[in-house]
Structure formats: C-alpha cells, structure tokens
C-alpha cells in the first residue's frame, strides 16, 4: 500500500479586497500558492498578491521560542472554552493561532486547523505534533471525538494539563530555592577568595607572627582559587556537560536518577506523593473517557514521570490482563499508601473508580502544596545557618589575626 504523502504547510503573506472592495492582508497557512489562493477565496477575499513569507534571520535557533507545556495546557483550556462558547472547531483553531503570542505556536496550530480543513480528524491532526501532544492527549481526543462530546473531554483534558503543569511547578518551586542559594553561596565565596582574601594576606605576611590554622587554611584555599580558577571552571563546566549528555543519552543514567531521587531525605517523600497524584489524575481522566483499563495502564505508565513507578504501573497492567482487581495490583506494587488502594478498592465495588481517583489526585496534589510550603519553611533557616557558616567562617578566619594582634597590644 502506498503511503500518504503529508505535504508540507507554509505561510503565505497576502493582500487583497474583501466583500466589500475594501483592501486588506493578512497570513494564511496552505501546502502551495495556489491551494492559499483558493483558501482565501473561500474565505469572501479576492487575492491579488500572494507570496511565501520569508523565513526569519537565525531561524534555526533564536527567532521563535520552543513550545512549552504551559503553551499546550493554555490553548487547551482555550479550546475548552471556545467550544463550550459554540465557536466551530475550525474557527476555534483561527482565533486561538491567530492570538497567540509564541511564533512556533502558532504556526503548529494552523497548520492542525489546515489539516482538519483538509479531511483529518482533530486526533489525527493532533498525532503529527508528538513532542507537543503526547499518546495521552491525542487518545483522550480522539475518544470525545468518537463519542460526540469533545467539548466535555476538551474541559476534561485541560483541566488535567492544568493539574498536571501545577504539580511540576512546585516541585521545581521546591527544589529551585535550595539551589539557587547554594550557587549565590559559590559565587560569594570564590569572589572573597579570589578578591578579598589576598589582600588580607598580603597584609598578615607584614605581622610576622604565626597565623591561626583556620586562617592558614583559608589563604591555602585562596591561593589555590587564584592560581588554579580557570581548572575549578573547567571542572564544573565539565561535570554540568557530561550529567547532561549522560541524562538525555542513557537510560540507565536517569533510571539511576529517579530512583536515587525518591530515596532523598527530604525531597523523596515530595516526590512520591507527586508521582501518586499524577498516576491518580491520568488515570482518571482516561477511564472518564471511557478507555478500557488494561490499555489505558500503558499510557499512565508512560505519564509517571519516574522509572520506579513506570515499572511499578506495567506491572500492574499485566496483572490486571490477567484477571487481577486494579487494588489487588496495587497492592503487590508496595508503592501505594493504604488509603489510596482502600479508595480505589471501594471505587471498584461502586463502579466509580474514576470519581474515586480524582479524590486520590484532589488529596495528594494538596498533599505536595502542604509539603512544598512546610519545606519552604524549614530550608529558610537551614539556608541561613549554611550561609552563615561558609561566608561568616571566612570573614572570621580573615580576622582572628587582627584579634590575637589586639591581644598582644
């Protein structure tokens, strides 16, 4: 069978007269001059110039900002509300893609409203994009379309972007603060070592008394910093280079990571509770939409966001193929707190399994704000003591000496 060939989409700047003769212009999206053409007779406007819009300089990397999942779970909240408003589908893609601020936003929503134009479904339009809409997205999609309620499951999809994106925000909230402070703590320190300490040495080297070791130490620490700065950059460039390859290229590295990362003393019981609550909301929002259990596993499994739990919730999905209660699998996994399998245990006997875990999602998304405000609290006066002791230990060490000479005197 021979395959279908997808034509590319680009935009076309044009200029003509409306209705009414007025002149007028704008963009439109189409795979030729010819098809823009007919796209905007069909739209009332009669063409008289239309030509390819010329790409812009360093388009390869700093015309246009990377789509972001906040960019997808805002147009989806507006497509959500454009639908519920009676606003067509079609029309819905202009007004969100013309409005949009982000460059490469919009022209991936126009070219899905073109596709759509051309015979594909919103699905299908939607599955070409799969760095923006992932397995998840499109298969919710897809189930509104052949239900008839794509503006419910538009709500429903939207409402779990929104869910989703809050519990990374915090998460990033949380871990954000401790490491910003650690890195100001690296500035200060090497700029009083590079720039500060060496000019209290050069004065002690005048006493001609002996130094206290702590004051030694930190000269030895500056002299070295002078002397060897750019091998401490390199260092740290390095390390930052090779952790970064390492976790976009191995999967043994990350698979590493996410398990070291739930084990932390503080940040791991964050983590789990995060992981719960977004397995409880896929999920969910997927067997709202009526997607069978066993396959829709598969693509929870894919959302976990941690190795630990993707393994966990496969697991599960084999199990319940096999004739397995979901809180039976659940159970077996040792992942699971015991209200949370209790839950889903008299969701399944209720026949609302999907109510149920949108509980275990409300609590446990409430359960990491809780957390990342509790940890706010407690890292505000560890940061502070981590700070007084690096940079108050050197400013002591540079002075110890002027006390002892006071003493002397």
């Excluded at 699905?123 to 919710?140: H, I, T």
């Amino acid at each position: 069978m021979a395959k279908k060939v997808i034509k590319k989409h680009d935009t076309f700047l044009w200029e003509g007269t409306d209705k009414r003769g007025n002149r007028t212009k704008g963009e439109v999206m189409a795979a030729s001059p010819t098809l823009a053409k007919a796209e905007l007779r069909r739209q009332g406007i009669n063409p008289l110039k239309v030509k390819k819009k010329p790409k812009p300089l360093f388009s390869g990397g700093f015309s246009k900002k990377p789509i972001t999942p906040k960019d997808i779970a805002i147009f989806s909240r507006q497509m959500a509300t454009m639908m519920s408003s009676g606003v067509p589908l079609v029309q819905s893609f202009e007004i969100v893609g013309r409005g949009h601020e982000n460059p490469a936003m919009q022209d991936m929503l126009l070219k899905v409203k073109s596709d759509i134009e051309g015979g594909n479904s919103f699905a299908e339009a939607l599955s070409k994009f799969p760095d923006q809409f992932d397995g998840l997205y499109c298969n919710l999609i897809n189930a509104g379309e052949q239900a008839g309620i794509l503006e419910t499951m538009l709500h429903k999809v939207a409402l779990y972007k929104e869910k989703i994106e809050a519990i990374k925000g915090k998460i990033k909230k949380a871990m954000f603060y401790p490491a910003a402070v650690v890195v100001a703590a690296f500035v200060v320190t090497t700029i009083l070592l590079v720039f500060v300490v060496p000019q209290f040495a050069t004065m002690f080297a005048d006493f001609g008394a002996d130094l206290p070791a702590m004051t030694i130490m930190v000269v030895n620490m500056s002299n070295f910093m002078v002397e060897y700065w750019y091998v401490v950059l390199g260092v740290i460039f390095a390390a930052l280079y090779i952790f970064k390859q390492a976790n976009r290229k191995s999967q043994a590295f990350r698979d590493f990571l996410d398990r070291a990362v739930l084990k932390a003393p503080i940040f791991g019981s964050l983590l789990h509770k995060a992981a719960i609550a977004r397995f409880a909301r896929t999920l969910s929002t997927m067997f709202a939409a009526g997607v069978p259990l066993v396959e829709a596993m598969t693509t929870v499994a894919g959302a976990a966001g941690n190795i630990v739990y993707t393994n966990a919730i496969l697991r599960m999905r084999d199990d319940i193929s096999t004739g397995i209660s979901l809180q039976q699998a659940m159970r077996q996994t040792n992942l699971f707190p015991n209200m949370v399998v209790q839950l889903v245990a008299i969701g399944e006997e209720a026949g609302s399994i999907d109510s149920m875990l949108a509980k275990v999602a409300d609590f446990y998304e409430e359960e990491v704000d809780n957390a990342v405000d509790a940890l706010s609290s407690l890292m505000e006066p560890l940061i502070m003591a981590f700070l007084g002791v690096i940079i108050g230990g050197l400013v002591v060490a540079m002075y110890l000496p002027i006390f002892k000479m006071g003493q002397v005197v």
